[in-house]
């Protein structure tokens, strides 16, 4: 049984910082595809960021490069999305997603599954 379950979603103000995890079930963790997407009121969903935990490597949407981190911890099955100097415009559902088979990462049709979604508001 596969399973995505995200959490550590909130309120922040402007600048401060929040930490979501994901927590997968049923997956090769060691070798797995996954990414963060996420979609505000009235927008499609975008992907934020992208790892493959095998090796490590990752990639970001220019939005939030060199404020997000992305990263696994293998002893958790779980993949954290570090937000650090958060703007407004960071508000959205994220969610986690796993198995990419193809495309690129920052479609969501390529995508096998997901998680429910955590809710993140950035307001002073």
């Known amino acids: 049984h596969v399973q995505l379950v995200e959490s550590g979603g909130g309120l922040v103000k402007p600048g401060g910082s929040l930490k979501l995890s994901c927590a997968a079930s049923?997956?090769?963790?060691?070798?797995?595809?996954m990414a963060w997407f996420r979609q505000a009121p009235g927008k499609e969903r975008e992907g934020v960021a992208n790892?493959?935990?095998?090796?490590?490597?990752?990639y970001y949407s220019d939005s939030v490069k060199g404020r997000f981190t992305i990263s696994p911890d293998s002893a958790k099955n779980t993949v954290y999305l570090q937000m650090d100097s958060l703007k407004p415009e960071d508000t959205a559902v994220y969610y986690c997603?796993?198995?990419?088979?193809?495309?690129?990462?920052?479609?969501?049709?390529?995508?096998?599954?997901w998680g429910q979604g955590t809710q993140v508001t950035v307001s002073s």
């Open positions: 790892i493959w935990t095998a090796d490590h490597t990752t």
């Open positions: 997603a796993a198995e990419r088979r193809g495309g690129i990462w920052y479609q969501q049709d390529v995508w096998d599954f």
């Open positions: 049923g997956f090769p963790f060691s070798s797995l595809c």
